[in-house]
């Protein structure tokens, strides 16, 4: 079955700087990829997300990359502020819609004043 | 209100006991889920019901199952608890199945003494 893995287990960056998170999937089939931000004691928030037919896709700070001949796929934080703060989870589809989608481990990402 | 919620918060029990989470959501959505999320943050999927159909991760043991009166409701029952059980369940759902994002509720804090 599918497989995500998130290559960032902590991240640290000042404000204002940028932050990356990368994950990569085993699925060449799989075309459905959003991202969840979970802050502490609540449950995940969808954050952005990207389909297969588009390799790059913007929402205020948040880009999102698609690289499918990598299968590898990114998360890009601009203009970083403290809330951000916070454990992001990626997770991607497989193409059999028989299956629900799987996430990676998390990136716990620390935005310092 | 349209959101997923989740009762109760939190639930202390002891080995061998029986245990029911409940999860709603009013969103309108046809696709629920069930995640348990272990003390390292890692999600594992456990459940998921789409358009009356049940998807089992394999993975799960059969002491635990899932139950749905209609497609705004899909409960948790743990017949037999055990200490590795110990996590938070969160429960989610989505419109259009699994190529959409997810809504998830709170979570539910299962502690097994």
């Known amino acids: 079955g599918e497989k995500v893995e998130q290559h960032e287990s902590t991240l640290s960056v000042r404000e204002g700087d940028s932050a990356v998170i990368n994950c990569t999937y085993t699925d060449t089939a799989s075309s459905y990829f959003p991202w969840y931000k979970q802050e502490a004691g609540k449950g995940l928030h969808f954050v952005i997300d990207?389909?297969?037919?588009?390799d790059r896709k913007q929402s205020q700070r948040l880009i999102v990359l698609l690289d499918k001949k990598a299968k590898r796929f990114s998360l890009h934080i601009t203009a970083t502020q403290p809330e951000d703060s916070a454990i992001y989870f990626c997770a991607a589809s497989p193409s059999n819609n028989n299956n629900a989608p799987r996430f990676g481990a998390g990136t716990k990402l620390t935005v310092k004043p | 209100e349209t959101a997923v919620f989740q009762t109760p918060n939190y639930h202390v029990t002891q080995v061998g006991n029986e245990v029911s989470f409940n999860c709603k959501q009013t969103l309108g959505h046809d696709t629920m889920y069930w995640y348990k999320q272990d003390s390292k943050k890692l999600l594992k999927i456990m459940f998921s019901y789409n358009n009356k159909q049940l998807i089992v991760n394999e993975t799960v043991p059969r002491r635990f199952s899932p139950q749905s009166s209609d497609k705004a409701h899909l409960n948790l029952r743990i017949k037999s608890v055990e200490p590795e059980d110990s996590a938070v369940y969160l429960c989610?759902?989505?419109?259009?199945?699994?190529?959409?994002?997810?809504?998830f509720g709170p979570g539910t804090r299962l502690t097994v003494l």
């Open positions: 990207i389909r297969s037919n588009v």
């Open positions: 989610a759902s989505s419109l259009g199945g699994y190529y959409a994002e997810q809504f």
